[in-house]
């Protein structure tokens, strides 16, 4: 049985942290993307993992799904501001700004 290089899984666990470790939202998610191609050669071989290989890597993946969790969740708050303020802005009629003059003498 094939076995799958422990540099594949070196370079992997390396994407994964620097996906971890960035700050901004969009370049973790570029790093998600970019750790793909390895994530199939990885499942390609996953019943020939040792047990501490699997266990890091779950460890990993773990903290990945958190951090699309909270990614997810700024992202519904953004959205959510966003709507509220399109919803205010139609809602929004502009009227003539001076009141109607009543007149100074009415006529009976």
């Known amino acids: 049985m094939k076995r799958i290089n422990e540099r594949d899984i070196e370079r992997f666990q390396e ?10 939202g969009d370049r ?4 998600l993307l970019q750790r793909e191609a390895m ?5 390609e071989f996953s019943p020939s993992l040792e047990k501490n290989i699997a266990e890091r890597l779950y460890g990993s993946e773990t903290l990945i ?15 959510d501001v966003f709507v509220k303020s399109r919803r205010v802005a139609r809602s929004y009629a502009s009227t003539f700004p001076i009141p109607p003059v009543t007149p100074f003498s009415q006529k009976k």
């Open 39 to 43: 994530t199939a050669k990885i499942t």
């Open 28 to 31: 973790f998610i570029e790093c």
């Open 15 to 24: 994407s994964t942290r620097a996906a971890l470790d960035e700050a901004d």
């Open 65 to 79: 799904i958190e951090r699309l969790e909270a990614e997810r969740s700024k992202l519904f708050k953004e959205i």
